[in-house]
């Protein structure tokens, strides 16, 4: 078994929903984006940059894998190896690199042996989950590239949005929208409170 092995069916399923589902337009932005930095990084007289020829064929080939319903992404070494025609130990480099570099990570994972005696090793190594992030600088091309709105500016159409939205509700409204039901409740209650001490008809009630 090697260190950090997690058991298969665990952390991986809400990894791969996050990093692993995404449109075929932001595929092709991600690839336009590691081709970008292969270019930047790579020095004058040398053949490859900081991902090589061999780590944007990899990365091509991880994305097109990946399962478009659920992100899942398990290839083992040797099977991303014979699709994309490169030796086992220059794949392996190339996922190196492409983790040391943001746009790859992976789980270590194990599984229970079936029918494993007593005596009998019990659990068995599996194929890594690679899930595909991206380094700040490919995200913002990504952003610039599909022509989406920058976090800035998402963070204050947001509060923009929530401000008018309290300017147009009512008392309910807004109490009805929180979602704590002890913080509900209590604020219903100073809400009762309230409307007793100032009623409608602008008298209140005799002690």
Known sequence: ???????????????????????KTEHNARMRAAEEFEHETKLP??????????????YRYLMRLRGKKSGRLDPTIRWIADQVHH???????????????????WIRRCQPVEGAQPDEQQTEQIA?????????SAAERVRRMLRRP?????????????QRKLETSTVDEVIGEVQDPALRAILARVRASVDSANPSSGQTEAL
Request: proline share 4%.
């Open 128 to 136: 890594n989950a690679y899930v595909l992030p991206l380094p700040a």
């Open 87 to 105: 030796s086992r130990s220059a794949v392996a480099a190339a996922l190196k690199r492409l983790k040391e570099h943001g746009f790859l990570d």
């Open 150 to 162: 920058s976090e800035f500016v998402r963070a204050v159409a947001e509060r923009l949005a929530r």
């Open 1 to 23: 078994m090697r260190r950090n092995s997690r058991n298969a069916g665990g952390a991986e399923l809400a990894l791969w929903r996050k990093h692993n589902m995404f449109p």
């Open 45 to 58: 007289g040398r053949r490859n940059g900081a991902l090589g020829a061999i780590g944007l064929k990899v």
